[in-house]
């Protein structure tokens, strides 16, 4: 058996701790960070710790596991083969990330029950919604020849409103069910970060926002879909100022830096109340808010941006105190 307190002393040389509600680790995330940092650093010790964890899973099975990549909670599929080598046993261990397309997946999924319900409510909305508005006008026009039509105007009227209301918020969830198309080039990350910024804390309340930006290094270049991109980010900061609402002095930054193998992460972080450990997963589903008067799409919709980029996304704590939403393309 793997002395696992050895196995946490070897990732926490390596790098890797768990995060501040991750709790202790437990076989199986050891397990998966010991295979998969013995890969990036073949460290004799580490070496030898993956080979131990491997016995932990008979060879011919697999499972489905959690571990940190660039810095992202991810899913991932953990399985062991043995073959014979010089007629000796050899346990071959592997990893396949396969959050990308796990949400991918789920993401498809919610789009086409979005797609079919909107176009149920669409087909008995529209007509309702005419015919409401219709009456408020013909009620009104007689209402200026008789004042006893007065409350009957208003009654009418308040129908035909929030009956526009609901068809407008119905197509505006129609637009979930369209996949974003992304149209990547390389662009430089600190003019575009900045102008985000700007724009993200504009329209505060006429609130004093310290807003933050960090770009590491300065002549950072990013392959991605700006627009698309930007108008995610625009809604991650949204959400951060309106978190810091009731925050005396609050604190809103926007980091964009350089990951190994390629990628980039993307950090809005504030010092609001932060985000519920149990919520962390449920905010990025459509329709999910905590904001009264939220519409619960622009979470899911930096969801869809991030996985179109072959991304993920997922929410943290923030070193400023409260929710760190992470995005890594």
């Known amino acids: 058996m793997i002395d696992y307190r050895k196995a946490q002393v070897a990732l ?18 050891c397990t998966a ?20 964890a491997a016995v932990e899973l008979p060879p ?9 990549l660039d810095g992202v ?3 991932a599929i953990f399985a062991s083969a043995q073959v014979a080598r010089l007629d000796m046993p050899v346990t071959v261990l592997s990893i396949l990330p396969v959050q990308s397309e796990l949400g991918a997946l789920e993401v498809a999924a919610q789009a086409d029950l979005v797609r079919v319900l909107t176009h149920e409510i669409m087909n008995s909305l529209t007509p309702v919604t005419s015919l409401a508005r219709t009456g408020a006008d013909m009620v009104a026009a007689a209402a200026k020849q008789n004042a006893g039509l007065a409350d009957a105007q208003t009654a009418t009227e308040t129908v035909a409103r929030r009956a526009e209301g609901i068809l407008r918020f119905v197509e505006s ?15 430089k990350a600190k003019p ?12 505060s309340d006429q609130r004093e ?15 991605a879909d700006p627009e698309l991109l930007a108008q995610a980010v625009l809604n991650l900061l949204r959400n951060a100022v309106r978190a810091t609402a009731g925050v005396d002095a609050p604190v809103v930054t926007l980091l964009v830096s350089r990951e190994g193998h390629g990628r980039c992460r993307i950090e809005v972080r504030d010092n609001g109340p932060g985000i519920a450990v149990d919520r962390r997963e449920d905010i990025f589903l459509p329709f999910y808010t905590t904001h009264k008067g939220g519409s619960g799409v622009g979470l899911s919709f930096a969801r869809q941006v991030a996985l179109a980029h072959g991304g993920s996304i997922c929410a943290l704590d923030a070193d400023e105190g409260g929710a760190n939403i992470r995005m890594v393309l």
């Open 12 to 29: 926490a040389k390596a790098g890797f701790a768990p995060g501040p509600n991750d709790g202790v680790w437990g076989p199986s995330t």
């Open 73 to 75: 909670p991810q899913k």
């Open 173 to 187: 969830y129609r637009e979930f069910a369209q996949s974003p198309d992304v149209h990547r080039r390389v662009f």
């Open 60 to 68: 011919g099975t697999r499972k489905i596991t959690r571990l940190i």
């Open 209 to 223: 926002i310290d807003a933050r930006l960090e770009v590491e290094p300065k002549s950072l270049n990013l392959s």
């Open 192 to 203: 575009w970060a900045e102008e985000i910024l700007r724009l993200g804390v504009t329209h």
């Open 33 to 52: 960070l010991l295979a998969h940092q013995a890969q990036r650093q073949p460290d004799a010790t580490l070496r030898a710790l993956g080979r131990a």
